[in-house]
């Protein structure tokens, strides 16, 4: 499962953009609700790639948002990426949820004019044919996005078996994602899942793309409005011989 969560703020309408601006700088209430439902809606997923999580800061009253989740919904192993460090303020990341132990983690800075993106490395298995998770939240701007694209084709040619999940900020006939599938073996199972507004979809912004080793069967988006964003969600299977330490 790929999710965006919004912080836990969990915008419903765009006046909550205007009228909630104050939430991505100081704690709320709601916050415990949306996160605690978060936590019910992931509990099912083996792998949940997050963007928009905080690691700890005022908004969240100091409580590392992949942490929590964690230990809420039961998986044993997560890591958090901080990309934009605001202090006590805000701490932006990206997250992993597993219930299957990585061999290996790197965190990636992506380039751009302004810093604050970046991309998570997680591999599985052994390491000479791992199975590789990209999780990434791109850049707002085009321009941007398309040196980010660059800089992810070139992790994602180095394997065999990938998965790039996240809130990629495109939708799938743009330039920058045709790049990216025209460079790479992956390609998006399933086209034209929106995902963005959750209480009215129009746009296709979050993406799960695998490359062609693996076998999917169903990708499908989750109603579950605790975000902006809804959640997409993938079931896959392995190649044959292929073991993932528990």
């Given at each position: 499962?790929s999710?965006n969560?919004?912080?836990?703020?969990?915008?419903?309408?765009f006046?909550?953009?205007?009228t909630?601006?104050?939430?991505?700088v100081?704690?709320h209430?709601?916050?415990?609700d949306?996160?605690?439902?978060?936590?019910?809606?992931?509990?099912?997923?083996?792998?949940?790639?997050l963007?928009?999580?905080?690691?700890?800061?005022?908004?969240?009253?100091?409580?590392?948002?992949t942490?929590?989740?964690?230990?809420r919904?039961g998986?044993?192993?997560?890591?958090?990426?901080?990309?934009?460090?605001?202090?006590?303020?805000?701490?932006?990341s990206?997250?992993l949820?597993?219930?299957?132990r990585?061999?290996?983690?790197?965190?990636?800075?992506?380039?751009?004019?302004?810093?604050?993106?970046?991309?998570?490395?997680?591999?599985?298995g052994h390491h000479?044919n791992?199975l590789?998770?990209?999780?990434?939240h791109?850049?707002?701007?085009?321009?941007?996005?398309?040196?980010?694209?660059?800089?992810?084709t070139r992790?994602?040619?180095?394997y065999?078996?990938v998965?790039?999940?996240?809130?990629?900020?495109?939708?799938?006939?743009?330039?920058?994602?045709?790049?990216?599938?025209?460079?790479?073996?992956?390609?998006?199972?399933?086209?034209?899942?929106?995902?963005?507004?959750?209480?009215r979809?129009?746009?296709?912004?979050?993406?799960?793309?695998?490359?062609?080793?693996?076998?999917v069967?169903?990708?499908?988006?989750?109603?579950h409005?605790?975000s902006?964003?809804?959640?997409?969600?993938?079931?896959?299977?392995?190649?044959?011989?292929?073991i993932?330490?528990?």
């Amino acid at each position: 499962m790929s999710y965006n969560i919004q912080v836990g703020i969990g915008a419903k309408r765009f006046r909550d953009y205007v009228t909630g601006s104050w939430k991505h700088v100081l704690p709320h209430a709601q916050i415990y609700d949306n996160m605690r439902q978060i936590a019910h809606a992931i509990s099912g997923f083996d792998i949940v790639a997050l963007q928009e999580v905080d690691a700890g800061s005022l908004r969240t009253s100091f409580i590392n948002q992949t942490e929590y989740l964690a230990v809420r919904a039961g998986f044993p192993f997560w890591h958090h990426q901080t990309n934009r460090n605001i202090g006590k303020i805000a701490r932006h990341s990206n997250g992993l949820l597993s219930r299957y132990r990585p061999s290996q983690i790197h965190d990636h800075k992506l380039p751009g004019l302004l810093p604050g993106r970046g991309v998570m490395v997680v591999r599985y298995g052994h390491h000479d044919n791992p199975l590789v998770l990209l999780i990434l939240h791109m850049a707002l701007s085009k321009r941007a996005r398309q040196r980010q694209f660059e800089y992810v084709t070139r992790i994602v040619n180095q394997y065999e078996h990938v998965v790039v999940m996240g809130d990629l900020n495109c939708q799938p006939d743009s330039n920058e994602m045709q790049y990216l599938i025209s460079a790479t073996d992956l390609c998006e199972p399933c086209h034209g899942l929106k995902t963005y507004p959750s209480w009215r979809p129009a746009r296709t912004l979050d993406h799960i793309l695998t490359s062609a080793s693996l076998d999917v069967h169903d990708v499908h988006v989750l109603q579950h409005l605790h975000s902006d964003h809804l959640p997409i969600a993938m079931e896959l299977t392995l190649p044959n011989n292929f073991i993932i330490a528990a």
